[in-house]
């Protein structure tokens, strides 16, 4: 069946810009998670999703990341007044309830100048 | 805070030899996850380890979980060049159920 899937797979973007990151997760999967990844780093978590609700932001940075989910499904990351800081690869990730093993889309690579 | 520490950082291996890639952590969590990434890639699931004392193979990879020592290993037997990536661990959040990953451990296999 069809994985996690994020849209678009790169953006580059100028300082100060507003950017919106998609991410599809697998059918039937009611936990979204997002997390960034820097050059050599391991993954950091940003914010879990339960159903529609955010069960868990305390990793989101500052009040420039927000994250939305209203349907339950399809997830936006957005962020405003983008930062060369806010370069990373931010990856999307979904899994069952109960069920632990959380499934990777692909990543998009954001890239602010 | 939740520290999650992998070492080596970086490993070089010659093909055939073993090895073990140590995972400590700092949370009282009784679940591991291992992942595997290849570059430019994103991360596949190697094991969950959901218990004291549990242990899990997969061809020449093989995890287990000592929660009463807050370490996991992931040991390589017979390392082949296809075994090299990246290599991250990682323990559920003290919030539920969202990941904290280790630096990750850089795994080349030569010839």
């Known amino acids: 069946g069809a994985g996690v899937s994020q849209t678009p797979s790169n953006k580059v973007t100028e300082k100060g810009k507003y950017v919106e990151l998609r991410c599809d997760p697998i059918?039937?999967?009611?936990?979204l998670y997002w997390y960034r990844q820097s050059l050599g780093q391991g993954p950091e978590f940003l914010i879990y999703?339960?159903?529609?609700?955010?069960?868990?932001d305390s990793g989101l940075p500052n009040d420039r990341f927000f994250a939305v989910r209203p349907e339950g499904s399809v997830s936006t990351l957005k962020i405003q007044r983008t930062e060369r800081g806010d370069s990373a690869v931010y990856l999307c990730a979904s899994s069952y309830p109960g069920i632990d093993t959380q499934y990777f889309g692909p990543g998009t690579r954001l890239t602010v100048l | 805070e939740l520290k999650v520490e992998q070492n080596p950082l970086f490993l070089s291996m010659q093909e055939g030899k073993n090895y073990t890639i140590y995972c400590n952590y700092s949370t009282t969590s009784d679940r591991l996850y291992w992942y595997r990434q290849d570059p430019g890639k994103s991360l596949e699931s190697l094991f969950v380890l959901l218990s004291n004392g549990a242990v899990k193979q997969e061809g020449r990879l093989m995890a287990s979980l000592d929660t009463k020592a807050r370490l996991s290993t992931l040991h390589i037997t017979a390392a082949v060049h296809d075994l090299s990536a990246t290599y991250f661990c990682?323990?559920?959040?003290?919030?539920?159920?969202?990941?904290?990953f280790g630096k990750g451990t850089s795994l080349l296999v030569t010839p």
């Open positions: 999703f339960q159903g529609t609700g955010a069960a868990d």
């Open positions: 990682a323990v559920d959040r003290d919030s539920g159920y969202a990941l904290n």
């Open positions: 059918s039937g999967h009611t936990a």
